[in-house]
C-alpha cells in the first residue's frame, strides 16, 4: 500500500525538475540575444526628436538652446479636465475653445523644463476672465501686454482671444519664459485687448492690478454674470465694486430686482441709503453690507462692505463716475 505515493512523489519530482530545465533554457536564450534598450530608458523620454519640416508652431517660439520634451498635445472642452482636472469648469463657463500645450527643456539639461499653454478662450472678454480670476498673489507686473505678470516660476498673460501661461520646473528662467511671451505675441498680431468696463471704475483708492471679470455665478448668484469687480481701500476697509454693461437698461433692472431678491431670501434686510436716490438699494446680510444700482444700461454696486458709511462712499464715487461718463459721450 505504500509504494504507489512513493511512484507518484517520484513522477512529480522528475515534471517539476523538467520544467526547471526549460526555463533555464528559456533564460539562456533570451541572455544570448541581450538588447540593451530593454533595459534602458527610451531617447522620446528625454527628447522628442522631430525631423525639418515637422516643429510644432509652438517650438517655433522657443529661445536658442531650448528642444520638445514632448509632443504637442491638443484638448478641446470634451476632455479639457484630463490636462487640468479640477479647474475644467471655469475655463468652460468663460467660454474656452481649444488648449494647445507643449513641454521644453534645454538640451543639454534634462531637468531644466518648462511647459506652453495656450487657451484659446473665444474672446479678449474670456480669456480676461480667467486671466484675472486666477491671478497668484506675489506676482509682479510685467511689459509684454496690457495684462501681464510674473511669479517666481511662471508667466501669466493675455493677448486677443489667448490666454497664455508658461509654467517651468524651477525658478531662475524669468528670461526664458519672457523670451516666449515676445515671441508669441509678435508672431500673433492682435487688434486690441481693450476691456471698456475697466475705464469705468474710480481711480481713486482702487487696486488697479485687483480688476477681474467674474464670468458666471458672481458672489453667488447664477443670474450675475459679465461682472467686473475692483477692489478699494477705504479708511482701511477693503471692499469691493462691480458693474456690469448689460444689452438694454430694462435687463439691468431686471437682474438688479433679481440680485436683490436673492439677498433678502438668504438672509438679508433692507437699510435707509439715507440719499435722495431711490434707484440705489442697501442691503445688510451677514454684519456686510451690499449697495446696487441701475445707471443706464450698466448694474453697479457694493459688494462686501465692512460698514454702511463706506459702502455709500464708494457706491456714490461710482454713480458720480459712470453719470460723468454719460455726460462726456
Given at each position: 500500500?505504500?509504494?504507489?505515493?512513493?511512484?507518484?512523489?517520484?513522477?512529480?519530482?522528475?515534471?517539476?525538475?523538467?520544467?526547471?530545465?526549460?526555463?533555464?533554457?528559456?533564460?539562456?536564450?533570451?541572455?544570448?540575444?541581450?538588447?540593451?534598450?530593454?533595459?534602458?530608458?527610451?531617447?522620446?523620454?528625454h527628447e522628442?526628436?522631430?525631423?525639418?519640416?515637422e516643429l510644432?508652431?509652438?517650438?517655433?517660439?522657443?529661445?536658442?538652446?531650448?528642444?520638445?520634451?514632448?509632443?504637442?498635445?491638443?484638448?478641446?472642452?470634451?476632455?479639457?479636465?484630463?490636462?487640468?482636472?479640477?479647474?475644467?469648469?471655469?475655463?468652460?463657463?468663460?467660454?474656452?475653445?481649444?488648449?494647445?500645450?507643449?513641454?521644453?527643456?534645454?538640451?543639454?539639461?534634462?531637468?531644466?523644463?518648462?511647459?506652453?499653454?495656450?487657451?484659446?478662450?473665444?474672446?479678449?472678454?474670456?480669456?480676461?476672465?480667467?486671466?484675472?480670476?486666477?491671478?497668484?498673489?506675489g506676482s509682479?507686473?510685467?511689459?509684454?501686454?496690457?495684462?501681464?505678470?510674473?511669479?517666481?516660476?511662471?508667466?501669466?498673460?493675455?493677448?486677443?482671444?489667448?490666454?497664455?501661461?508658461?509654467?517651468?520646473?524651477?525658478?531662475?528662467?524669468?528670461?526664458?519664459?519672457?523670451?516666449?511671451?515676445?515671441?508669441?505675441?509678435?508672431?500673433?498680431?492682435?487688434?486690441?485687448?481693450?476691456?471698456?468696463?475697466?475705464?469705468?471704475?474710480?481711480?481713486?483708492?482702487?487696486?488697479?492690478?485687483?480688476?477681474?471679470?467674474?464670468?458666471?455665478?458672481?458672489?453667488?448668484?447664477?443670474?450675475?454674470?459679465?461682472?467686473?469687480?475692483?477692489?478699494?481701500?477705504?479708511?482701511?476697509?477693503?471692499?469691493?465694486?462691480?458693474?456690469?454693461?448689460?444689452?438694454?437698461?430694462?435687463?439691468?433692472?431686471?437682474?438688479?430686482?433679481?440680485?436683490?431678491?436673492?439677498?433678502?431670501?438668504?438672509?438679508?434686510?433692507?437699510?435707509?441709503?439715507?440719499?435722495?436716490?431711490?434707484?440705489?438699494?442697501?442691503?445688510?446680510?451677514?454684519?456686510?453690507?451690499?449697495?446696487?444700482?441701475?445707471?443706464?444700461?450698466?448694474?453697479?454696486?457694493?459688494?462686501?462692505?465692512?460698514?454702511?458709511?463706506?459702502?455709500?462712499?464708494?457706491?456714490?464715487?461710482?454713480?458720480?463716475?459712470?453719470?460723468?461718463?454719460?455726460?462726456?459721450?
Amino acid at each position: 500500500m505504500a509504494v504507489q505515493p512513493e511512484k507518484t512523489e517520484t513522477l512529480v519530482g522528475m515534471a517539476i525538475l523538467a520544467l526547471l530545465v526549460v526555463i533555464a533554457a528559456g533564460i539562456l536564450m533570451r541572455q544570448s540575444r541581450y538588447d540593451p534598450q530593454w533595459f534602458t530608458m527610451s531617447r522620446s523620454e528625454h527628447e522628442i526628436p522631430q525631423a525639418a519640416g515637422e516643429l510644432s508652431h509652438l517650438q517655433e517660439l522657443l529661445p536658442d538652446g531650448w528642444v520638445p520634451l514632448t509632443p504637442l498635445e491638443t484638448f478641446s472642452p470634451e476632455n479639457l479636465s484630463d490636462k487640468i482636472n479640477g479647474k475644467a469648469e471655469l475655463y468652460l463657463a468663460a467660454g474656452f475653445q481649444k488648449l494647445e500645450s507643449q513641454r521644453f527643456k534645454r538640451s543639454d539639461q534634462d531637468d531644466s523644463w518648462l511647459e506652453l499653454f495656450v487657451f484659446d478662450m473665444g474672446s479678449t472678454r474670456n480669456a480676461f476672465a480667467v486671466f484675472s480670476t486666477q491671478r497668484r498673489t506675489g506676482s509682479t507686473p510685467v511689459d509684454l501686454t496690457r495684462h501681464a505678470y510674473q511669479t517666481e516660476n511662471a508667466l501669466f498673460f493675455v493677448h486677443g482671444r489667448d490666454y497664455v501661461e508658461v509654467i517651468a520646473a524651477e525658478e531662475g528662467l524669468a528670461d526664458e519664459m519672457l523670451a516666449i511671451g515676445r515671441n508669441f505675441v509678435e508672431r500673433k498680431p492682435v487688434q486690441s485687448d481693450e476691456l471698456s468696463e475697466q475705464s469705468l471704475f474710480p481711480r481713486k483708492n482702487l487696486n488697479a492690478e485687483s480688476i477681474a471679470l467674474l464670468a458666471s455665478d458672481a458672489f453667488g448668484f447664477s443670474r450675475l454674470n459679465n461682472i467686473f469687480t475692483a477692489k478699494y481701500n477705504i479708511a482701511g476697509q477693503e471692499m469691493r465694486a462691480f458693474l456690469s454693461v448689460r444689452p438694454s437698461g430694462a435687463d439691468a433692472q431686471q437682474l438688479a430686482e433679481a440680485y436683490h431678491a436673492f439677498l433678502l431670501e438668504n438672509g438679508g434686510s433692507d437699510v435707509d441709503s439715507g440719499t435722495n436716490l431711490p434707484e440705489i438699494k442697501l442691503i445688510e446680510i451677514f454684519d456686510l453690507y451690499e449697495l446696487i444700482f441701475v445707471h443706464g444700461r450698466v448694474l453697479a454696486g457694493v459688494h462686501e462692505a465692512e460698514s454702511k458709511d463706506a459702502a455709500l462712499e464708494l457706491g456714490l464715487t461710482l454713480y458720480r463716475e459712470l453719470q460723468e461718463v454719460d455726460e462726456s459721450q
